[in-house]
Antibody, heavy 117, light 107 residues
Framework: QVQLQESGPGLVKPSETLSLTCTVS?????????WGWIRQPPGKGLEWIGS???????HYNPSLRSRASISVDTSKNQLSLKLSSVTAADTALYYC??????????WGQGILVTVSS | DIQMTQSPSSLSAAVGDRVTITCRAS??????LNWYQQKSGKAPNLLIY???TLQTGVPSRFSGSASGTDFTLTISSLQPEDFATYYC?????????FGQGTKVEIE
C-alpha cells in the first residue's frame, strides 16, 4: 500500500526558505509516476504547486515557479519542496501526492507550515 | 489557466437525500475532470477520475458525469459519512487547478 508522509519545520520566518520532505513507502519512486506538492491555506481551497518525475522532468504552477523547487531522491525514496522568500500568504497545509496523469490517487496526511516571525 | 467553478459553495441535506454538485470549466477539458472528498482535518481522497470512473473502494452511490464543460458529482443517497467538502480538479492542462469546494452539511 502506497503511503506518503510529509515532514519539516512547522514554523518559518518571513523571507526565509520553506523546506519540506515527503517520504514514500510501499512504492519505489524510481518505478514511475510523477510526485507532486499541493497546498491548502487554512479554511481555503487547494492549490497545485508542482510535480516531478523521478528522472527530473518537472512542471510547476507559474504562480509559484520562480520560488518553488521540487527534487526527488530515489536512494531515500523521498521528494522535497523548497519555497523561497516566504510570506504570511504561504501559510498553509502542504500535501505531497502521487501524480498519475495529473490525477492525485495517493496523498500524505499534510503538514501545517506557518510563516511568522 | 483553466478556471474551475463549483456550485453551490455549500448545501444542507438530510441523510438519504440525492445530492448534486456541479463544476464548470472555463474551457474545454474533455473528460479530464476528477472529484475529491475532504473530511475535516484530513487529506483529500480521490472519488472519481476522468469524469465518471469510480476510484477503487468508493461506494457506488457516488457517480460522475460530463456534458461539454459542465461536470456533475451525484450522491444518490447521502450517508452520514458523506458530510464533507468536495473539490473538482482539472487534469487537462498545467497548471492543474481545483474548484473552490462545495461543503455538504447536515440539514
Amino acid at each position: 500500500q502506497v503511503q506518503l508522509q510529509e515532514s519539516g519545520p512547522g514554523l518559518v520566518k518571513p523571507s526565509e526558505t520553506l523546506s519540506l520532505t515527503c517520504t514514500v513507502s510501499g512504492y519505489s519512486i524510481s518505478s514511475g509516476y510523477y510526485w507532486g506538492w499541493i497546498r491548502q491555506p487554512p479554511g481555503k481551497g487547494l492549490e497545485w504547486i508542482g510535480s516531478m518525475y523521478h528522472s527530473g522532468s518537472s512542471h510547476y504552477n507559474p504562480s509559484l515557479r520562480s520560488r518553488a523547487s521540487i527534487s526527488v531522491d530515489t536512494s531515500k525514496n523521498q521528494l522535497s519542496l523548497k519555497l523561497s522568500s516566504v510570506t504570511a500568504a504561504d501559510t498553509a497545509l502542504y500535501y505531497c501526492a502521487r501524480d498519475s496523469s495529473s490525477i492525485f490517487h495517493y496523498w500524505g496526511q499534510g503538514i501545517l507550515v506557518t510563516v511568522s516571525s | 489557466d483553466i478556471q474551475m467553478t463549483q456550485s453551490p459553495s455549500s448545501l444542507s441535506a438530510a441523510v438519504g437525500d440525492r445530492v448534486t454538485i456541479t463544476c464548470r470549466a472555463s474551457q474545454y477539458i474533455s473528460s479530464d475532470l476528477n472529484w475529491y472528498q475532504q473530511k475535516s482535518g484530513k487529506a483529500p481522497n480521490l472519488l472519481i477520475y476522468e469524469a465518471s470512473t469510480l476510484q477503487t473502494g468508493v461506494p457506488s452511490r457516488f457517480s460522475g458525469s460530463a456534458s461539454g464543460t459542465d461536470f456533475t458529482l451525484t450522491i444518490s443517497s447521502l450517508q452520514p459519512e458523506d458530510f464533507a467538502t468536495y473539490y473538482c480538479q482539472q487534469s487537462s492542462n498545467a497548471p492543474l487547478t481545483f474548484g473552490q469546494g462545495t461543503k455538504v452539511e447536515i440539514e
